[in-house]
């Protein structure tokens, strides 16, 4: 075995391409939408390196047009479950004694196949399955991905070069990182490919087996991560892709003595219905299982008399309604002061006016289709309720079809009371809803950001006054695991913003950081001795003459 102590490439963000008119980047990707849409894809689950198909198939469908098939899915069992962790299980040995410059060297190989070769073909499934736009697939399924895979391998070093500061003379003390105990189920959302491909990874990176149960309306890119992966060498078996009903994961996975952890993007109810079913069975495991999730969110910006207008604009237009609002991070909940709303309410109004809205090939289009119609459901009733309260009013948008696609119009609400249901529940849609709060009630109103919600995830902070942005970021130390200064607040960066929330929100184990992959861990501390005493008898016992 080769022996060294090696230094990775240094890691840097990938360049975003703006898809601009009469770019390369632009006819590719329109070339890439249009193979996609020519042909029906056959998605297999992958077990063991084996593609894995049941004759029990789902169709695969734009949210945009769902009356258009790109292919279908074969679903699986519990039985197929087992098959996950059994092929898990086998494969761990090889996987963890292997040397983590060869395992760094397989996802290094994977961020350079998305940036270049596969890059297209990812950012058109991203767009078709779960209907992102030209510029949000990028940021996502693109250049997010790449930044994960790319400074994870260097926390990964890093983790690993970190050593007891100090040996004693004729004593070598270390630590060595060693992979849990056991397998690792990765359960993730629909809204980003980067989070679906970096829960998994991540954790195999660190010398870690694998099941992975992608969102059913992810399964489209799903499949295109794990071919990527396959290309990239990964060996058989170390992350098995499965589709299967929740509660049939749950109910194998939970009861498996060898379950080590859970990575897990997704909603609070979820999550802590899975806490509480780990503790329930927590005499079934080897160990004490990894618990990391990233959970809701009812992001807020807040905007001090002192904001500039336009910058507050832009950040809640943005921040509000990019990819439908269906981020984690998406504001939903917005504070302004009574002496700018007036000429904010213009603005704002008139850039809704002029959205475009339509299905993902159109790159003019700015808003696309919600998901599913589970959630068009969920969110049309929100609206509705809004137009007959009398605690609210729908100020824009407020209208929503499905004939063709999941399009709800973007909608501001403009709510008469801060506690209004839509100012304090999570609807994961283009619905942002404001309060306006009156100038003198500046610290009052910091009190009601940070007791609204059960979430802590994103916030924002809008103001020219340093003394205010002071007084807001200690004031809201706890509302949000993510704060931004004049900047909407979503967005984050690999490497720049390490992403993740408290509260309703989640553990804030920060994926993107190396703090999450410490999670997937167990060290091990060793002490050699080279001169060890030879008896038990200290100084302090021997008699005084």
């Known amino acids: 075995m080769l022996k060294g102590f090696f230094n990775v490439p240094n890691a840097v963000n990938e360049p975003v391409n703006s898809y601009a008119v009469g770019t390369k980047e632009r006819q590719l990707l329109k070339d890439a939408l249009a193979e996609a849409r020519a042909q029906q894809v056959d998605v297999p689950m992958y077990i063991a390196g084996q593609e894995v198909r049941t004759g029990d198939t789902v169709s695969i469908r734009p949210p ?29 040995a090889n996987w963890e004694s ?12 994977a961020a350079e196949l998305i940036s270049t070769k596969y890059r297209y073909k990812i950012n058109a499934a991203t767009m078709l399955g779960q209907s992102k736009s030209a510029y949000q697939a990028e940021i996502d399924a693109a250049c997010e991905l790449i930044d994960f895979l790319r400074f994870n391998v260097a926390y990964m070093s890093e983790i690993y070069a ?27 959302p629909f809204n980003f490919t980067a989070i679906a491909a970096n829960l998994p990874a991540c954790v195999a990176m660190m010398g870690n087996v694998v099941v992975w149960k992608p969102s059913n309306t992810q399964i489209y890119s799903a499949n295109v991560i794990m071919e990527v992966f396959r290309e990239a060498g990964l060996p058989d078996g170390v992350i ?38 780990i503790g329930e069975n927590i005499h079934l495991y080897k160990t004490y299982p990894r618990i990391v999730g990233e959970t809701g969110g009812k992001d807020f910006i807040l905007a001090h008399p002192s904001a500039d207008l336009k910058v507050t604009n832009t950040a809640l237009v943005r921040g509000a309604f990019e990819y439908q609002g269906q981020k984690c991070s998406a504001a939903s909940r917005a504070y302004v002061p009574s002496s700018m709303w007036p000429a904010l309410k213009e603005l704002m109004v008139a850039d809704l006016a002029s959205f475009k809205m339509g299905v993902t090939e159109d790159f003019s289009n700015f808003i696309n289709a919600v998901i599913d119609e589970k959630s068009f459901d969920k969110l049309a009733s929100y609206i509705d309720r ?86 807001a970021t200690v ?24 992403f993740g929330g408290a509260r309703g929100s989640g553990t804030n184990d920060k994926a ?34």
């Open 64 to 92: 945009h047009d769902h009356q258009f098939v790109l292919g279908q899915y074969h679903q699986g069992t519990k039985a197929h479950v087992t098959q996950a962790i059994d092929a898990a299980l086998a494969a761990k």
């Open 98 to 109: 292997l040397a983590w410059e060869q395992r760094a060297a397989i996802f290094l190989k």
């Open 162 to 188: 970190q050593q007891p500061p100090a040996n004693a003379k004729g004593v070598w003390n270390r630590i060595e990182q060693r992979p849990l105990e056991g397998f690792v189920f990765a359960l993730t």
């Open 240 to 277: 098995n892709l499965v589709y299967v009903s929740g509660p049939d994961a749950g109910d194998v996975i939970f009861k498996h003595a060898d379950f080590a952890g859970i990575h897990f993007t997704g909603s609070t109810a979820v999550f802590q219905n899975i806490w509480k079913t």
């Open 386 to 471: 809004a137009h007959a309260s009398a605690d609210a009013e729908v100020i824009a948008g407020g209208k929503y079809d499905k004939s063709t696609g999941y399009f709800i119009e973007p909608t501001i609400i403009v709510a008469k009371h801060a506690d209004y249901e839509t100012m304090s529940e999570e609807l994961f849609g283009p619905v942002l809803t404001i309060y306006v709060y009156e100038d003198q009630d500046w610290t009052s109103v910091l009190s009601i950001v940070d007791k609204t919600s059960i979430y802590a995830l994103t916030g924002a902070i809008i103001a020219q006054d340093r003394y205010a942005i002071e007084e």
């Open 475 to 498: 004031a809201l130390r706890n509302a949000a695991g993510n704060f931004y200064i004049n900047d909407k607040c979503t967005g984050a960066v690999v490497g720049q913003q390490p």
């Open 512 to 545: 993107g950081s190396m703090i999450n992959l410490l999670r997937w861990v167990s060290p091990r501390t060793i002490k050699e001795t080279f001169n060890p005493d030879t008896d038990y008898r200290y100084p302090f016992l021997q008699e005084e003459n």
